[in-house]
């Protein structure tokens, strides 16, 4: 059996199987999110059946997910919602990464690591899971809580404070020495790409979308958002950030558009389908 077909096969009894045990998990009032990583136990390859072998394939799939979840995010909030929250929203987290970076840093202190090697562990404890929280939420039906407006950009702010502190313990393993400058510089570049990525969206998209609303065609509609979605997302890791903060950040402009709820609606049901997948694979 080719790999092609053997795929298409755990694709479609692992669909099948997240719509049972998700439909159980919606019975006992449960989050969807519980439902697909129990899903993943079950059959994944290390769980008790090990029914899906296309693991490696299905792996490609999260990083869609994940583009796609975010995309999702920041079609609900428009730019406006984001200036309201801004500052308090970079006030906790920075805080928070703070915090975390002490916990991080005195834990690899206690197990006589480096410095370096104990900033490493303190910026990864420092970030959190945002594509589960967001579903979560989702489950829970509390997205447009004033609470998770501001939770959700606490998380996205925590990302981007980490990126800058990885590239700069990078950059000190590299060269031997700490470098400010490496800070400055991934600030700099992280300014410039959401400030040049609004501005350039906030001054053009309009009009596009203008211009594709008068062919009538839906098609056309889902292909140049989802195509600003994962031309974004492939920008910002290109740049070194992850890819999951242009998904979002093409969600904003979009949201800003008077299209946002018919892009919405077209990819929920391609990003619900992708979703599962990925709290599958973590399963």
Known sequence: MTVGIELVGDL????????????????????????FLVAGFLIGPFGPFSLIKSTEMLNNFTDIAIVLLLFGVGLAFPLRQLKAIGKIGTGIAVIEVIIMLGIGFAIGSLFGWSFYDSMFLAAALSISSTAIIVKVLED????????????????????????????????????????????????????????????????????????????????????????????????????????????????????GTKFSEQVSNLITPTREIFTAIFFVTIG
Request: proline share 1%.
């Open 12 to 35: 479609g009894f692992l669909l099948i199987f997240c719509a049972g045990i998700g439909a159980l998990a919606y019975i006992f009032k449960q989050p969807m999110i519980l439902g």
């Open 140 to 255: 829970m039906g509390k997205m447009e809580a004033t609470s998770s407006i501001l939770m959700i950009g606490v998380l996205v702010i925590e990302d981007l404070v980490a990126i800058v502190i990885i590239s700069a313990m990078h950059a000190g393993v590299v060269s031997g020495s700490f470098e400010f400058t490496q800070i400055l510089t991934t600030i700099g570049k992280i300014g410039l790409f959401i400030g040049g990525t609004i501005g350039v969206g906030v001054l053009v998209l309009p009009k596009l979308f203008s211009l594709i609303a008068r062919l009538e065609r839906f098609e056309i509609t889902i292909l140049f958002a989802l195509g600003m979605a994962f031309g974004l997302s492939f920008l910002s890791y290109e740049l070194g950030f992850s890819a999951a903060t242009g998904a979002f950040l093409a969600g904003v402009i979009i949201a």
